[in-house]
């Protein structure tokens, strides 16, 4: 392997880290709001809705990403009627369909782990809360959505690792970001080993990060549950066979 | 000139790309089969190397399954279909064979996709092991079985209960990513929506074509599985 080369390469690409972080970063905070909107519509919503948040889910996690990203880019620019709108400043630019496509799919998905961190919220939790009087709005943000970000955090990390590696197919509708990038040097080198390397690098060292921060978010989160430490030392239980 | 819509496109007509569309819809369901077969076989030798394996197979499975997370599956489907064919070309020069060797899109497709779920399959093997009763093996064993009555009559019956949710998950999953399959040229689905979406100039009906035949191919699966779980299952008490 070719030492050198593969340092250079790793500088080419990280001249696509801002991008894939931006892109990353962007989809997952509309996403989140996404996936909280769709999971509280189809715990609570009126009937018509949750049918229609069902379908949104079913639709978006049961077509490739690929295919998602195609029709909004390519697709929606068939129809007059989009490309006169109002809307097509926007939805010409390769960066904001990406973001669309992204933050859709992830909405979709993180959707159903909210939906899960929600249901495990006891339901004499938000009764409580009703009964001190407070509004079903502040009971749900003061009471029953932190318990539930609690719970979902660990699965939410996975799936921001998966949004994470899934920002490289913007590649694909010309955004170059480091697969872009990798991509392009590949055909201009033919060196695959070495591109790959360093690509996969970057990647691996992002997501490395990534998950640090999560775990670090989930031991803020849970510091109730760790015993308290008191800076004495534990009792000699050893003659007395008390339980500590 | 007035464009055909959307139901002349897709039908069986002579203009119509529904055939094409259906049959690129086989070869979905090929290149995602082959790569969950390789992913399949090779997550049992992973999950094998990390339940039973030294310290070596057991670092080396890790760092398969960690790396293998971390990595977008872009990355590993351009590592197999260009660096496969210059494998190829290199290999071929040693046997005295002069010029460029392409690997086909099919086989790179289906072994990235292979070598990507491997890493998926593995995880779901193992914890599939892990939840079958110890006492199950020990009554087994204390009943006189040998190894390999063992293995195939209680621990594999049992593994495959607990595993067929987290397959029928992973086997989603390739279904779908078998789509970037598409960049090497194999015609599945999303490549025949580019082929008709260029000749036609009419790009959402394709690609939405391709979506709901997408769906549809998930959702049928997302049935089949649900029944053969219940299958399985059909010795639990409720």
């Known amino acids: 392997m070719d030492f050198p080369f593969l340092w250079q390469t790793v500088q080419t690409l990280s001249a696509g880290i801002p991008l894939t972080l931006l892109l990353a970063t962007l989809s997952v905070s509309i996403g989140v709001v996404i996936a909280i909107t769709i999971a509280a519509t189809r715990l609570w919503g009126p009937r018509a809705l949750q049918q229609a948040a069902k379908f949104y889910v079913f639709v978006f996690r049961g077509t490739p990403l690929l295919v998602q990203m195609f029709l909004i880019y390519y697709g929606l620019g068939q129809f007059e009627a989009v490309r006169s709108s109002f809307l097509w400043p926007v939805l010409r630019e390769p960066f904001w369909c990406a973001i669309l496509a992204l933050s859709l799919n992830t909405g979709a998905y993180g959707s159903e782990i909210v939906r899960g961190g929600l249901q495990s919220v006891g339901h004499g939790q938000r009764e409580a809360a009703m009964a001190c009087g407070m509004s079903p709005w502040l009971a749900f943000r003061r009471i029953v959505l932190p318990q539930a970000v609690r719970q979902a955090l660990p699965a939410y990390g996975n799936e921001l690792i998966l949004l994470c590696k899934a920002t490289s197919l913007a590649s694909m509708i010309t955004l170059m970001e480091i697969t872009g990038l990798a991509a392009k040097l590949i055909s201009d080198t033919y060196r695959v080993i070495e591109v790959f390397a360093a690509a996969g690098a970057i990647y691996l060292a992002i997501n490395f990060v990534l998950t640090r921060l999560v775990a670090f978010a989930d031991h803020r989160l849970t510091a109730h549950l760790r015993p308290v430490a008191t800076g004495k030392p534990a009792p000699d239980t050893r003659l007395t066979g008390a339980k500590p | ?238």
Request: zero cysteines; a positive charge; aromatic letters at 12%.
């Open chain 2, 1 to 238: 000139m007035d464009r055909p819509g959307f139901f002349d496109l897709m039908s069986f007509g002579p203009d119509g790309w529904a055939p094409a569309l259906l049959q690129a819809t086989l070869m979905t369901l090929a290149v995602a089969g082959t790569g969950y077969l390789i992913g399949g076989t090779l997550g049992a030798l992973l999950a094998w190397a990390k339940l039973r394996g030294g310290p070596v197979l057991r670092g080396i499975a890790g760092t398969y399954t960690t790396v293998l997370r971390g990595i977008p599956d872009l990355l590993v489907i351009y590592l197999f279909y260009f660096g496969g064919s210059m494998m190829l070309t290199k290999l071929m020069r040693g046997f005295g064979y002069e010029g460029f060797v392409d690997l086909p899109g099919f086989a790179a497709g289906a072994m990235a996709i292979g070598v990507v779920s491997a890493a998926q399959h593995a995880e779901v093997f193992r914890g599939a092991y892990r939840a079958v009763n110890p006492g199950e093996i020990e009554a087994a064993s204390a009943i006189g079985m040998s190894r390999s009555t063992l293995f195939r009559r209680i621990v594999l019956p049992l593994t495959a209960r607990h595993a067929l949710p987290g397959m029928g998950n992973v086997w989603q999953i390739t279904l779908k990513e078998s789509a970037l399959v598409s960049v090497t040229g194999v015609v599945e689905l999303l490549r025949q929506a580019q082929i008709g979406a260029g000749s036609t100039r009419q790009p959402f009906y394709f690609f939405f074509a391709a979506a709901v035949l997408f769906l549809v191919v998930t959702w049928g699966s997302g049935l089949i599985l649900g029944r053969a779980e219940r299958h399985f299952n059909r010795g639990l008490q409720r």
